[in-house]
């Protein structure tokens, strides 16, 4: 194996576990808001993505990406869907649905297949198009026996699902494009944060010292492993990194498992199991 493929593999890997293991970050804020912690993850990141920008001293493109009114439209759609994903993630890890979360990014790669095919035209195998037909059936399962459908697994698999199909027609890089996402998100995250302040609700300096750190955190914790998906994207192929993606909801579902004891009836097991059964034609 050549070196830089196995470069691409180590940062494929750090992304898709430092992503698996996030439960464990948002849990040690559980007590703030998940809305705050929103804010805060769009304030840092901006400036997390600056220093980064500084250090690469790569600011030439700025000028011509914010006169271009496409590029500004697909970043701020992609702002947006951005921070819905976000606050539904943290607010199902802090609710104590970590596993449910994990269903959502198991779907996603389904749900990104089947964009290609409605919005990209691209065309599916028969056993393709079974892998999803059977993905759908393990929700309608999951609906009828969980007495509600898995909103929280649909919307985060969709709202990603969506985001990455933007990123596909974006003209940015990984980095400059999170520098102009960050930025749309700033403004209104910032403002947010001091109108919460003024009226007494505010987080950081208020919690403890170390809530205020993590809170601090949330841009490195949240730009370096999309900077490492960024690098072994160019690294290694496509099918690797989408099998290695697996890796980030295996984390996540072991965690609400076995660390945070969430009920995973057989009725669920067995939904999630027709949704892995899904996967595994897909990929085979």
Request: one cysteine or more.
């Amino acid at each position: 194996m050549a070196a830089d493929q196995r470069r691409g593999i180590w940062f494929a890997v750090a992304c898709y576990v430092a992503w698996g293991l996030f439960p464990v970050y948002w849990k040690q804020l559980a007590n703030i808001p998940a809305i705050d912690i929103l804010a805060n993850r769009m304030v840092w990141s901006l400036g997390f993505v600056l220093l980064l920008l500084l250090f690469r001293r790569d600011w030439s493109w700025i000028g011509n990406a914010v006169r271009n009114r496409h590029v500004v439209l697909t970043y701020l759609a992609a702002a947006l869907l951005l921070s819905v994903n976000w606050y539904i993630y943290i607010w199902a890890v802090n609710a104590n649905f970590v596993v449910e979360s994990s269903l959502g990014y198991f779907i996603n790669p389904l749900v990104s297949v089947l964009f290609a095919v409605i919005f990209l035209h691209e065309r599916l195998r028969p056993w393709q198009w079974a892998a999803i037909g059977i993905a759908a059936a393990g929700v309608i399962f999951l609906t009828v026996t969980y007495g509600q459908l898995p909103w929280i697994a649909l919307a985060l698999a969709f709202t990603f699902a969506s985001y990455g199909l933007l990123k596909k027609r974006a003209r940015l890089d990984a980095l400059r494009g999170m520098a102009m996402e960050t930025a749309c998100m700033f403004l209104p995250a910032l403002v947010f944060l001091l109108y919460r302040s003024a009226t007494g609700y505010g987080s950081v300096g208020v919690v403890s010292p170390m809530e205020t750190l993590l809170l601090m955190g949330t841009g490195v914790v949240t730009v370096l492993p999309l900077y490492w998906f960024a690098s072994a994207a160019h690294l290694i192929p496509l099918a690797l990194l989408g099998i290695l993606q697996y890796i980030a909801p295996t984390l996540q579902f072991t965690l609400g498992i076995a660390l945070y004891h969430e009920p995973f009836s057989l009725a669920k097991l067995a939904g999630f199991s027709i949704i892995w059964v899904a996967l595994l034609i897909y990929w085979a």
